[in-house]
């Protein structure tokens, strides 16, 4: 595969990734690092050559040591904010994900071994529905308590935060 789709356009960058939505005994599964204090979702850039779910396959792997199974599309979701990493700090960012429903097993025990695109350790932490850390995207705690057979277009802007 070719490298992470990131793409530099004036001052900013366009970014092509996906996300993981693993639900079990009603909490989501999400990352956080080191260095922010907020979580994500399990999930990464796509790569030059691969597909969404390819992509989300891989990256599910490579973040819980587990090969899961795709469910379905869920969210096609447009963000736009103000970059946070050494990489693209204070950068305008335009980013597309693709977040899938996975099949979780029964015997799901991630193992966290990855590490961000600067080196930092990253975790797994599950996050029940009420918990007040800061998750991103921030719809998934609203949207995953009740999962509907669609696929949602979700646009959110803090560019001006």
């Known amino acids: 595969m070719g490298r992470d789709i990131t793409l530099k ?69 447009e963000n736009c904010f103000i970059g946070d990493s050494p990489a693209n700090m204070g950068k305008p960012i335009y980013e597309i994900s693709f977040f899938f429903y996975m099949k979780v097993p029964d015997d799901f025990e991630p193992v966290s ?12 932490k599950w ?7 800061t998750i991103y995207p921030e719809f998934f705690r609203t949207e995953l308590k009740h999962p509907q057979n669609t696929v949602k277009h979700m646009v959110t802007d803090d560019r001006d935060q």
């Open 9 to 77: 356009c004036d001052e900013g960058f366009i970014i092509i990734r996906v996300g993981a939505i693993i639900i079990r005994d009603g909490k989501f599964l999400m990352t956080g690092n080191k260095r922010d204090d907020y979580l994500y979702s399990v999930g990464g850039r796509i790569k030059f050559g691969e597909t969404a779910k390819e992509a989300v396959v891989r990256e599910v792997f490579e973040e819980t040591g587990v090969k899961m199974e795709i469910d379905r599309l869920g969210f096609v979701h």
């Open 113 to 124: 071994e990855s590490f961000t695109e600067d080196g930092c350790e990253e975790y797994l």
């Open 127 to 133: 996050v029940s529905f009420d918990e007040e850390k």
